[in-house]
């Protein structure tokens, strides 16, 4: 298992006020993200944990753009792969972003 951790400045926080949200199912080509409002302000970390060895530099990438373009500020969000392709990969954070900006109950 490879454990993979990006650590980000967000433009700005996430919205909503929902604590978690899950987005996805670990199963064969999928993944799973727990998305956790728990950080400061415009702080964002994805940890990542994938049985998948030597893709570093794709995740970054990926990591990278959701960032610049979702902007997570206050989430960590929590990525166990079943090796999932890299556009899988953005539309679960997009997913879990998306769940966890709506309002709580």
């Given at each position: 298992?490879?454990?993979?951790?990006?650590?980000?400045?967000?433009?700005?926080?996430?919205?909503?006020?929902?604590?978690?949200?899950?987005?996805?199912?670990?199963?064969?080509?999928?993944?799973?993200?727990?998305?956790?409002?728990?950080?400061?302000?415009?702080?964002?970390?994805?940890?990542i944990?994938?049985?998948?060895?030597?893709?570093?530099?794709?995740?970054?990438?990926?990591?990278?753009?959701?960032?610049?373009?979702?902007?997570?500020?206050?989430?960590?969000?929590?990525?166990?792969?079943?090796?999932?392709?890299?556009?899988?990969?953005?539309l679960r954070?997009?997913?879990?972003?998306?769940?966890?900006?709506?309002?709580?109950?």
């Amino acid at each position: 298992m490879e454990n993979l951790t990006f650590r980000h400045q967000a433009a700005k926080p996430a919205g909503g006020t929902r604590k978690t949200a899950i987005a996805g199912v670990v199963a064969s080509g999928n993944l799973e993200v727990l998305a956790e409002r728990v950080l400061p302000g415009t702080e964002c970390v994805v940890e990542i944990a994938t049985a998948a060895h030597g893709f570093g530099p794709v995740w970054e990438a990926v990591v990278a753009d959701f960032v610049a373009r979702r902007s997570p500020g206050g989430l960590r969000l929590s990525v166990n792969d079943g090796g999932a392709r890299p556009d899988t990969v953005a539309l679960r954070l997009a997913q879990a972003q998306r769940l966890i900006e709506e309002d709580a109950p």
